[in-house]
């Protein structure tokens, strides 16, 4: 690689170990092998390193949700779902099911969407992305063709995108009573029929 890759790959590093306020430019160098003048030669700037840094490790994390991550790879032969709650839910199994492993991932989301108030660059950054991650959850969620039918597929990612939120916040504060993907099954259930989900169970 070169180091313009060695850079995106230190600072991906960087964002997940420190987080994005704590880096600095001499942590992305040192995680990286390279030197300072490269950040301003190949990115611009620290801050624009780590927007794409921060965007191309949530596309990584992305993953999970389009079975394109090396745990999908054993899936590929499987049918999908044919029914779409049946997707909802296998969905969140496979996310739920990897927060161990990302938990980084959660915490850097959760930090980079503190920051947009007072970051014009990373909100501009995030604009078209936010808005192709919604198209990808209605796909990936609820089976929903974003060329078929855009208009659905961007309310129901809206709505997927809300709850994908909320559920990594409490999941941060508290993963003894966060959602399990059945939780989440039930509970979408229980607003459609407008009445409280069959299953009672306690977890």
Known sequence: MGHREDLLEGAKRCLLEKGYARTTARDIVAASGTNLAS???HYGSKEALLNLAFLKVTEEWGDVLTK???EAEAEEEREVPAEPLDQFRETWERVIGSYEQTRAVWQLQMEVISRIDSDPELRKS???PQR???DGL???MLGI???AEPEKARVA????QALLAGVMVQWLMDTDSAPSAQDLTDGLKAVLAGR???RQDLR
Do not use: K, M
């Open 157 to 160: 990612g809206l709505f997927c």
């Open 196 to 198: 409280e989900p069959v």
């Open 138 to 140: 209605a796909e990936n």
């Open 68 to 70: 394109e991550g090396e």
């Open 39 to 41: 950040i301003g030669y």
């Open 145 to 147: 063709d974003p060329e």
């Open 126 to 128: 995030l604009a078209g």
């Open 132 to 134: 192709e991650g919604r």
